[in-house]
T-cell receptor, first 110, second 113 residues
């Protein structure tokens, strides 16, 4: 079966760094995605990892270890607007569909 | 460039009624997906169109759900008759032929009373 785990909630302070972890067990693997979703809005694409290692994009970085079934999203220099739900999703090999985790609600406080 | 648009944003209906949700993908995107999030659960895949053809409909819950994409442009998702457990947020997403990044719409919040 498919299983994607991520923490339900996290809190952090403005200006700090936070790491959101995601572990997955899927029948296949063809890439891992991170999406950000503000309440009532569309999930927006943050990052895509298909090979092991770290992908950096501005204040956001994403890491993947395929052998461990593990990824994390790193957010630096946190801003209040980063308060949102962060969704980890895996694309199975041979399929174009995504399997999502339940999302991590991040609250950034002043 | 316009993003993925969905209509309506909210729909409240009674059990047994019919509701039709619409999705307009990003222009030129061949791939169109429907996903659903039931309260407290993760976003789950419903089905995938490539142009006007259903590529994968393994996530459709039952035959009360009918999705169409005539002409390979916009898509509709009809629920008939609606049941209480159909309540949730229905997301549409589209992607181009490279298929790496899915662009999501804001979703339709469906409440069945």
């Amino acid at each position: 079966g498919q299983n994607i785990d991520q923490p339900t909630e996290m809190t952090a302070t403005e200006g700090a760094i936070v790491q959101i972890n995601c572990t997955y067990q899927t029948s296949g693997f063809n890439g891992l995605f991170w999406y950000q979703q503000h309440a009532g809005e569309a999930p927006t694409f943050l990052s895509y990892n298909v090979l092991d290692g770290l992908e950096e994009k501005g204040r956001f970085s994403s890491f993947l270890s395929r052998s461990k079934g593990y990824s994390y999203l790193l957010l630096k220099e946190l801003q209040m607007k980063d308060s949102a739900s962060y969704l980890c999703a895996v694309r199975d090999r041979g399929y174009s569909t995504l399997t999502f985790g339940k999302g991590t609600m991040l609250l950034v406080s002043p | 460039e316009a993003g993925v648009t969905q209509f309506p944003s909210h729909s409240v209906i009674e059990k047994g009624q019919t509701v039709t949700l619409r999705c307009d993908p990003i222009s030129g995107h061949d791939n169109l997906y429907w996903y659903r999030r039931v309260m407290g659960k993760e976003i789950k895949f419903l089905l995938h169109f490539v142009k006007e053809s259903k590529q994968d409909e393994s996530g459709m819950p039952n035959n009360r759900f009918l999705a169409e994409r005539t002409g390979g442009t916009y898509s509709t998702l009809k629920v008939q008759p609606a049941e209480l457990e159909d309540s949730g947020v229905y997301f549409c997403a589209s992607s181009d032929r490279m298929n790496e990044k899915l662009f999501f719409g804001s979703g339709t919040q469906l409440s069945v009373l």
